[in-house]
């Protein structure tokens, strides 16, 4: 039985998680429970679980800080975050830290049971793995084959911390040599749909030919693996062989690149970590790597990448968090023109900050798709999410990128507009875009029944039960929104500002906002602009 920590300081949703999920079918029990983080990190340490589901606020041990111990005792601990909408991009920021997938308040018994099984999934693998390594004592040629390529798995899956030599040799049969080492990541980019399983493994024992033949001449050792779009390799090599073998590497690539028109449309390029002499530095040198070769990005395809470059200011820009408000905007709508808006406006900030970096591009892109699934498609287009996510890895350009984006919007909108299209909401929705078009005129309720064909009387009522909030209400807010955006966006005076989000008095716009944010416009912009 997998066993399963749960930590919340509210004990009512302790007590939902446990009533929800049916631990026998899953093969799971629930082995303790926590009310604040410096608990549940003790019973980590004692019960030493498989899973552990945890709000992303609590007191105590918190937040990162809980997951970052609780993984140091436990590397292999499973993680789910218990999360609100209000804290999106805090849990955005726990998955970078190892925790594998999140639940959203309210908690629903179809998600934790999806989430516990896949989790419970990836435990056992990785037990059996373990059980599987274990029971080896004597290795034929195929045995060290899948050994060294297990090397490479762990490293991608962040399953290898600091790995020493010893261990190396002993779990992976890889001898390291006094020298250097070095991660070299071969990426092919190509449409999944234009090439088969068949054709990728044609083009990758090619690839495994032309370096091997020019590699291991200068490497005292190497270990080659390939899989789906990646292709990896951990070299050992002596000091005064370095300049050779990138030269060779330089040579593989260029050769690789010329036989392109055999294989299809296919673009690749090869990333290089800087060359280490610890193999602990092994599992950062491989993301080191992974970080060059989506340079390509925007240094262009065909290329030797090296090193990882230093971050650039775009995360000052605060171009997710404008991404967001567009976004909500096109929650009411569905709006298919304004996501399309979103996602240019998102590239346009993106590419106009100097020396951005390719892997910053890819993130930004990756974490848009997943806020716009998350907050206007649902629980469908969530696990949809994850094509999109790998789609984004097949791009070899910034442009690429961006359009990716656009069509995964307009994938989960047309499919969220149809699902909702007999639905009650479908005239609320029309009097939104009404309103979202309109908003900048004077308005009124008799306009927007109008524009929907319901009598005032009817559409009140129904928009009051719909939307929580009264017509007046609903429309003040948007116009206050666009003000704020304007406030922070632009140099505009505050009485142009007042004009075009449809106030004609400009003391009574200046009241409004006052009313809504406490503050004046003019300290609004002071504080954000």
Not at 210 to 227: A, H, K, M, N, S
Request: hydrophobic share 40%.
């Amino acid at each position: 039985m997998l066993k399963v920590i749960i930590a919340d300081d509210e004990e009512r949703v302790c007590r939902l998680v446990q009533v929800l999920a049916d631990w026998e079918a899953l093969g799971m029990e629930v082995a303790g429970t926590a009310s604040n983080g410096l608990e549940a990190l003790e019973l980590v340490k004692k019960i030493r679980p498989d899973i552990l589901i945890t709000d992303i606020r609590m007191p105590g041990c918190y937040g990162l800080e809980l997951i970052q111990h609780a993984k140091e005792e436990l590397p292999q601990l499973e993680i789910v975050i218990i999360s609100g909408y209000a804290h999106f991009e805090y849990a955005q920021s726990a998955i970078k830290h190892g925790v594998g997938d999140y639940l959203l308040k309210p908690i629903q018994k179809q998600e934790l049971m999806a989430t516990l099984k896949k989790l419970g999934d990836r435990c056992r693998a990785r037990q059996g793995a373990e059980r599987e390594a274990g029971q080896l004592r004597e290795y034929s040629q195929e045995d060290l084959f899948r050994l060294r390529n297990r090397l490479i798995l762990d490293l991608a899956e962040r399953r290898l911390e600091a790995p020493t030599a010893e261990l190396l040799a002993r779990e992976y049969h890889f001898s390291v040599k006094p020298g250097l080492l070095q991660i070299m990541l071969l990426k092919l980019d190509y449409d999944p749909e234009q090439f088969s399983a068949a054709s990728v493994g044609v083009i990758w024992e090619k690839a495994r030919k032309i370096f091997e033949e020019r590699l291991r001449p200068v490497c005292e050792g190497i270990v080659f693996y390939f899989r789906d779009a990646w292709g990896c390799a951990v070299l050992n090599f002596l000091p005064e062989q370095r300049e050779a073998l990138r030269s060779r590497m330089r040579e593989g690539l260029n050769q690789l690149v010329a036989q392109r028109s055999l294989f299809g449309p296919m673009e690749c390029s090869l990333g290089l970590s800087t060359p280490v002499t610890r193999t602990q530095e092994l599992p950062e040198s491989f993301w080191e790597a992974s970080d060059a070769v989506c340079e390509r990005l925007v240094e262009g395809n065909s290329r030797l990448l090296e090193g990882r470059p230093s971050a650039s200011g775009l995360s000052e820009e605060n171009l997710l968090e404008r991404y967001g408000r567009s976004v909500e905007l096109v929650m009411d709508t569905l709006g298919i023109p304004q996501a399309e808006q979103a996602v240019r406006q998102l590239e346009e900030g993106a590419m106009a900050v100097p020396d951005v970096r390719g892997r910053e591009l890819l993130e930004l892109v990756r974490s848009a798709g997943k806020l716009f699934a998350l907050r206007v498609g649902g629980e469908d287009a969530r696990r949809e999410s994850e094509g999109f996510e790998r789609r984004c890895l097949q791009c070899s350009r910034a442009q690429d990128l961006f359009l990716c984006l656009d069509r995964f919007q307009r994938h989960v909108l047309e499919r969220t507009i149809q699902r909702r299209e007999n639905e009650s909401q479908r005239p609320i929705r029309v009097a939104k875009q009404y309103i979202q078009r309109h908003y900048s005129e004077n308005i009124t309720l008799e306009d927007v029944c109008a524009a929907t064909g319901f009598s005032v009387s009817y559409f009140s009522a129904l928009f009051k039960k719909e939307t929580g909030e009264g017509f007046a209400k609903y429309l003040t807010r948007v116009r206050m929104e666009r003000a704020k955006e304007l406030l922070q966006e632009t140099n505009l005076p505050v009485s142009e500002i007042c004009t075009q989000v449809g106030y004609g008095d400009l003391k009574h716009f200046n009241q409004t906002f006052k009313k809504v944010t406490s503050l004046s416009p003019g300290q609004y912009r002071k504080l954000y602009g």
